[in-house]
């Protein structure tokens, strides 16, 4: 059974997936030429719509980074805070165990007759 810090890290990563997928929405909505969402509400009105999908366009892709990158902390942090051995690689792990040689059993030596 999975404990809390495990549980705590699943949440967290879905929170990332979730995160980068609306990111990468974002990031694709947008285009630095003007010609993105912002383009289509150029005829409606030049009031200040176009100027204010781009404040939110731009504010949300910091926003969405920033969480991004505090939830991406917090996911390292919760699969390792219940692991004792934080040292990364264990050579252990990858390396089996040489064979050792096993002495020959000793005979009984008969004397000669």
């Known amino acids: 059974m999975a404990n809390e810090n495990d549980i705590m890290g699943y949440i967290l ?3 990332i997936l979730i995160i980068a997928l609306l990111l990468g929405v974002v990031i694709l909505v947008q285009n630095p030429k003007g010609t993105g969402l912002a383009s289509g509400f150029e005829g ?4 200040g719509g176009v100027q204010r999908t781009t404040d939110f366009l731009e504010k949300s892709t910091w926003y969405l980074t920033i969480a991004l990158f505090v939830l991406c902390i917090g996911a ?7 692991s004792a051995n ?4 264990e050579e252990d792990e990858f390396v089996p165990p040489a064979p050792t040689e ?8 008969a004397p000669a007759e």
């Open 13 to 15: 990563l879905v929170l």
């Open 44 to 47: 409606a009105g030049r009031i």
């Open 76 to 82: 390292t942090g919760a699969f390792s805070a219940g």
């Open 86 to 89: 934080t040292g990364g690689f």
């Open 102 to 109: 096993q002495a020959a059993p000793l005979q009984d030596a």
